[in-house]
């Protein structure tokens, strides 16, 4: 069935450090966005990205549609960046958006 | 200020007693939907709806209703709540561009616990 995955599920790094989260798609996509969830619960919309490559800040995604994954960027982490990372898919076939499992992500100061 | 509202933002409530949680936006977006999360689930979809008096189903619709009566309105009903719907809840809204841009913008979440 239609699937989206992420990985990994749980990263620990230390403050300055870079990392790049994975997003694997089953099927040809029609959107996808890249989500930060804060520790407060708040879902804030990083990248809207169903192709090629976007930069904001110590921030960028790129998709490889064709290859059917999408991978998000940060540079020089920051505490303020723990949270969950979820990237989110709507597939060509209908309308429904599903959602990875999301990375877990704790910056230690 | 462009947002999504929710209300409310916390409740307890006990099984069967009917409820629902309200969802606005003032964005003027076609596209709303329902998500819940659950740890270790992520969030799943309940129920979207691509224009006024139009809806579906999402992977997760049983037990849940929804209408949308108005544009800016998209209020999620519980007609019977059972313990298993406990989670956090979140409205979202998207706006579709001609190209077939969809880009969602999320409500702070209701988080309901069914006793």
């Known amino acids: 069935g239609i699937q989206v995955e992420q990985s990994p599920p749980d990263l620990i790094l230390q403050e300055g450090a870079n990392s790049t989260l994975r997003c694997n798609f089953s099927d040809s996509v029609n959107n996808l966005q890249w989500f930060h969830q804060n520790p407060w619960g708040q879902l804030i919309n990083l990248f809207y990205i169903p192709s090629g490559t976007k930069q904001n800040g110590r921030l960028s995604a790129t998709t490889v549609a064709t290859e059917r994954y999408s991978l998000l960027y940060i540079s020089s982490s920051q505490t303020t960046d723990s949270g969950v990372y979820f990237c989110?898919?709507?597939?060509?076939?209908?309308?429904?958006?599903?959602f990875g499992k999301g990375t877990r992500l704790h910056i230690l100061p | 200020e462009a947002q999504v509202t929710q209300n409310p933002r916390y409740l307890i409530t006990v099984t069967g007693k009917k409820l629902t949680v309200t969802c606005s936006q003032n964005m003027n977006h076609e596209y709303m939907s329902w998500y819940r999360q659950d740890p270790g689930l992520g969030l799943r979809q309940i129920y979207y709806s691509m224009n006024v008096e139009v809806t579906d189903k999402g992977d997760v619709p049983e037990g849940y209703k929804v209408s949308r009566k108005e544009k800016r309105n998209f209020p999620l009903i519980l007609e019977s709540p059972s313990p298993n719907q406990t989670s956090l809840y979140f409205c979202?809204?998207?706006?579709?561009?001609?190209?077939?841009?969809?880009?969602?913008?999320f409500g702070p979440g209701t988080r309901l616990t069914v006793t």
């Open positions: 979202a809204s998207s706006f579709r561009t001609s190209g077939g841009d969809l880009e969602q913008y």
């Open positions: 989110a898919v709507e597939f060509n076939r209908d309308d429904k958006i599903i």
